[in-house]
């Protein structure tokens, strides 16, 4: 199994709201709870664009075009990363992709999040 698995996707009207969520399925705890965690998305034609990032300290960055209707959260003890979408556009449609930056280099193998006018 892939060290990171992403939930969550579906298809969601224009406005609505969304939670991914990605569990290191095979990171321990310490590891997990030291690495600065992130949030990508991609969509057909385009590159894989960083969405959200969140560090062990839980300072949290967003993309401009996001800010103010996603939240990124974790919870070390369960070793999971959130995405919290709101207020969805249908240019939010993309594949959504947990990653662990640094010497890990993690990644999940996506959720597809479909949002329509």
């Known amino acids: 199994q892939a060290q990171l698995r992403e939930s969550g996707g579906g298809l969601v009207q224009a406005g609505g709201s969304l939670r991914l969520s990605c569990k290191a399925q095979?990171?321990?705890?310490?590891?997990?709870?030291?690495?600065?965690m992130e949030w990508y998305r991609q969509t057909p034609g385009n590159q894989r664009e960083l969405v959200a990032q969140?560090?062990?300290?839980?300072?949290?960055k967003y993309k401009d075009a996001v800010k103010g209707r996603f939240t990124i959260s974790r919870d070390n003890g369960k070793r999971t990363v959130d995405l919290q979408l709101s207020s969805l556009k249908p240019e939010d449609t993309a594949v959504y992709y947990c990653?662990?930056?640094?010497?890990?280099?993690?990644w999940g193998e996506g959720t597809l999040v479909t949002v329509s006018s």
């Open positions: 990653h662990v930056p640094g010497p890990y280099n993690y």
């Open positions: 095979r990171m321990i705890l310490s590891t997990f709870s030291g690495a600065d």
């Open positions: 969140i560090t062990s300290g839980r300072v949290t």
